[in-house]
């Protein structure tokens, strides 16, 4: 469903603040995977959604999603195939336009945009009908704007917008670590019954091991720009947050090491 | 203030409104500070004005004008979307250009219009007396402004514009070219600029170079002076606000200049104190009642 090839991504190159994000990193994932990515701060994680989404350019390397090369696509155009949550509640909505006129923007994702009604009739059924699963009572508040809501309620309301036209790849960056945390396992369980109910291919960031373990049927684990760890099926089933932080400190003990190595 | 005094400033601030209507959607709606505006208004005067000298069609004259308003409003959008100029530079740098090609379009710095056609001379005729054929027209061009813009700004591609001047990364992430909408719609603000000055010259019967200088205060002050006193709780309000703003901004001048004390050069220097006025109102209240 898509296929990275050896992406190199530096920001500021050839200034003294250049940073190497992405060091050559392949990966590849079957229509219906939901994986997990967990790392430490600067690992690479949001460059890696970000260059998928198409908010950079790679400086080379190749990206397929769905069979189409998007290498060098556009952001606008390539999300009509790629959907996003971001972890900020507030960028996934307009908090100017009312509710039903949030999910009639996101019901045209990747679509053409012309003089029809920008809120037919017809949507507010479903608008109602879909909002009502997120049992939050927005079903009744569709000429409320988005503004009003709690950042709960608007990244509930972002879940169903992405999702509204099924995406070829969901991109989750984050998402509830924003939230407190009675509302992060809400919506933590909508993103469960979305992605699995439809069967979505999905790339899921967390800081949260527990989830990344609990989630999903594949964790993939960054560290400085390259996927140190690819775990699923059974060995991902059997893995333990102790496992887990294990490899994470080997990983960065690794680095120490080297560290001392060269300043001793 | 004479009855003289009052249609004119009422006169004034309808044809004007129209032109606060286009700055309404560049600062308002796409929060994009244009001020292309001081070359746009003139540039729509001159097209117009050298259209009915050559024989064309007041009406069509007014459709030529609103081609070059949007045109002169792609350059400045192209420039901030494309090669990624500060908007306010960019759109210095179009109204500059616009100075010499008004100059060039109307082969010198004014063209007079009188004895020539306009577009009141069809409501003249039907035996309308002065002031009325003015009005009739400024209101009508207007109102039929105001129910194109609010319809457009309901449609799928008006809702995805109002969305670009609201949150740009997540329209962008829902599949809209961003930069297309900004050049659309920093355009069409200045088609209704262009208008807006194709109709003054025809009413004071002359295009003139130096007659967009000030456009941007007057656009501003008849926006934030309109949100102030009519408030901007739906859009349909707020733009409507912007016209009737464009009225009070016109009155209130008109009034104050009618004072022995001030001079007609005095104009601008009340314009800035007007709008910074109600910019700061809000702040001054709440600190007021704060204590």
């Given at each position: 469903m898509i296929t990275l090839t050896d992406i190199v991504k530096y920001f500021h190159?050839?200034?003294?603040?250049?940073?190497?994000?992405?060091?050559?990193i392949s990966l590849h994932l079957e229509e219906g995977d939901f994986v997990t990515v967990i790392g430490s701060n600067g690992a690479g994680k949001s460059t890696l959604l970000n260059g998928i989404a198409g908010t950079f350019s790679p400086d080379s390397g190749k990206i397929e999603v769905d069979g189409s090369d998007?290498?060098?696509?556009?952001e606008y155009r390539r999300a009509a195939l790629v959907a996003r949550v971001f972890?900020?509640?507030?960028?996934?909505?307009?908090?100017?336009?009312t509710i039903e006129q949030n999910l009639a923007l996101a019901s045209l994702r990747g679509k053409r945009r012309g003089?029809?009604?920008?809120?037919k009739a017809a949507d507010r059924i479903r608008f109602r009908e879909e909002l009502s699963?997120?049992?939050?009572?927005l079903e009744d508040r569709l000429?409320?704007?988005?503004?009003?809501?709690?950042g709960g309620q608007r990244q509930a309301l972002t879940m169903l917008m992405a999702t509204a036209v099924r995406p070829k790849v969901l991109l989750l960056?984050?998402?509830?670590?924003?939230?407190?945390p009675k509302t992060a396992e809400q919506i933590l369980g909508l993103t469960k019954e979305i992605v699995e109910g439809q069967k979505l291919t999905t790339l899921m960031i967390t800081h949260n091991m527990n989830h990344a373990i609990t989630f999903g049927n594949r964790l993939i684990m960054l560290h400085q720009g390259r996927i140190l760890l690819d775990l699923s099926g059974e060995k991902k089933a059997g893995l333990t947050v102790k496992d887990l932080l294990e490899q994470f400190y080997h990983a960065q003990g690794e680095e120490l090491a080297t560290d001392s190595l060269l300043l001793g | 203030m004479t009855i003289y005094a009052f249609y004119a400033a009422l006169q004034q601030g309808l044809v004007y409104g129209i032109m606060a209507i286009g700055v309404y959607l560049t600062?308002?709606?796409?929060d994009f500070p244009d001020l292309t505006v001081d070359g746009s208004l003139p540039l729509g005067a001159a097209i117009s004005a050298v259209a009915i000298t050559s024989g064309v069609n007041p009406w069509l004259s007014l459709v030529l004008a609103m081609g070059g308003g949007f045109l002169a409003g792609m350059v400045t959008a192209v420039l901030t979307t494309?090669?990624?100029?500060l908007h306010l530079l960019a759109s210095i740098l179009t109204m500059t250009a616009l100075y010499s090609i008004n100059i060039r379009i109307m082969d010198g710095p004014n063209v007079a219009l009188l004895g020539r056609q306009t577009v009141f001379d069809g409501v003249r005729s039907l035996?309308?007396?002065?002031?009325w054929p003015e009005l009739i027209v400024f209101v009508g061009v207007s109102a039929v402004v105001l129910l194109l813009l609010i319809w457009f700004l309901t449609t799928e591609l008006g809702q995805a514009v109002l969305a670009t001047g609201d949150n740009p990364q997540m329209i962008r992430s829902l599949g809209v070219n961003t930069s297309f909408i900004i050049i659309l719609g920093v355009g069409l603000s200045n088609a209704l600029v262009a208008l807006s000055g194709a109709l003054v010259a025809q009413h004071q019967g002359a295009a003139d170079?130096?007659?967009?200088?000030?456009t941007i205060v007057a656009g501003l002050a008849s926006v934030i002076v309109g949100e102030t006193v009519f408030?901007?709780?739906?859009l349909a309000r707020a733009l409507l606000a912007a016209v009737l703003g464009s009225i009070l901004y016109r009155l209130a001048i008109g009034f104050a200049l009618g004072l022995?004390?001030?001079?007609?050069?005095?104009l601008n220097l009340l314009t800035s104190v007007l709008v910074v006025g109600a910019m700061i109102t809000p702040s001054l209240k709440r600190r007021l009642f704060q204590r």
């Open positions: 190159k050839g200034s003294v603040n250049e940073v190497f994000a992405l060091n050559k998007v290498t060098r696509w556009p972890q900020d509640p507030l960028l996934g909505t307009c908090p100017a336009a003089l029809g009604r920008g809120v699963r997120l049992q939050l009572g000429l409320d704007k988005v503004g009003l809501l709690s960056d984050e998402h509830i670590a924003a939230l407190d | 600062f308002r709606i796409l494309r090669f990624h100029i035996g309308f007396p002065s002031p170079v130096s007659m967009g200088v000030g408030g901007d709780r739906t022995a004390f001030f001079n007609p050069s005095d």
